[in-house]
């Protein structure tokens, strides 16, 4: 089955920095590739995603790159902030026959600094 | 609006009792999950109900029982759980059950199993 590892597994930046988190999956045929933001006591709240036709996509200061060939996938926050602060999750869904699953990495712990 | 209400947001019981908890959205979506989360961990997937029907089930103890009573509820009922269930029940849906659709998810249940 489809395998996900992310890293790091905790990233402190200072305020105003980058912020970069890497993926790679095992599947070739997984073709959506999500990313959620997790604050503490909430649910992971959707923040960008990227299919498989496109290498990159950008949404005010986050972006998603996609390297379908090397099976890696990276999300680029930039001018952090203190509310950026949280636990980043990226996920793979493989192509399953009629169903849909996702497949999460392990989870990044953001700390932005003041 | 993508949004998700779960209840209760806490619920504590006791290996003997039942209980449900609770899922609905109202943006027409015809996927519906139940993820568990573990503190630290990534979501787990436990079912999906795609067309109000239950299309895949994670090899989840018999002690949870699924129901999509419309396409807008999902129910997890409980019974004679065991104190390693204590976890975050998040419930999400998505417009379909194809690879690429977004889900989203609700808050969660906080679940202590005491």
């Known amino acids: 089955g489809e395998n996900v590892e992310q890293h790091p597994s905790t990233l402190s930046v200072q305020e105003g920095d980058s912020a970069v988190i890497k993926c790679t999956y095992s599947?070739?045929?997984?073709?959506?590739f999500p990313w959620y933001k997790q604050e503490l006591g909430k649910g992971p709240q959707l923040i960008i995603d990227?299919?498989?036709?496109?290498g990159e996509k950008k949404d005010q200061r986050i972006a998603v790159t996609l390297n379908k060939t090397a099976k890696h996938f990276s999300l680029h926050i930039t001018e952090t902030q203190p509310e950026d602060s949280a636990v980043y999750f990226c996920?793979?869904?493989?192509?399953?026959?009629?169903?849909?699953?996702?497949?999460f990495g392990q989870g990044t712990r953001l700390t932005i600094n003041p | 609006d993508t949004e998700v209400t779960q209840t209760p947001k806490h619920l504590v019981m006791g290996m003997t009792n039942k209980k449900s908890l609770k899922c609905e959205q109202h943006?027409?979506?015809?996927?519906m999950y139940w993820y568990k989360q573990k503190a630290k961990k990534p979501p787990e997937l436990m079912f999906v109900?795609?067309?109000?029907?239950?299309?895949i089930n994670e090899s989840v103890p018999s002690r949870f029982s699924p129901e999509c009573p419309n396409s807008s509820l999902l129910n997890l009922h409980l019974h004679a759980l065991q104190p390693e269930d204590s976890a975050l029940y998040l419930c999400?849906?998505?417009?379909?059950?194809?690879?690429?659709?977004?889900?989203?998810f609700g808050p969660g249940t906080r679940l202590t199993v005491t």
């Open positions: 599947d070739s045929a997984s073709n959506y």
């Open positions: 943006m027409g979506h015809r996927a």
């Open positions: 999400a849906s998505s417009q379909s059950q194809g690879p690429s659709y977004e889900q989203y």
């Open positions: 990227i299919r498989s036709n496109v």
């Open positions: 996920a793979v869904s493989p192509f399953i026959q009629g169903a849909q699953k996702l497949v």
């Open positions: 109900y795609s067309y109000e029907k239950l299309s």
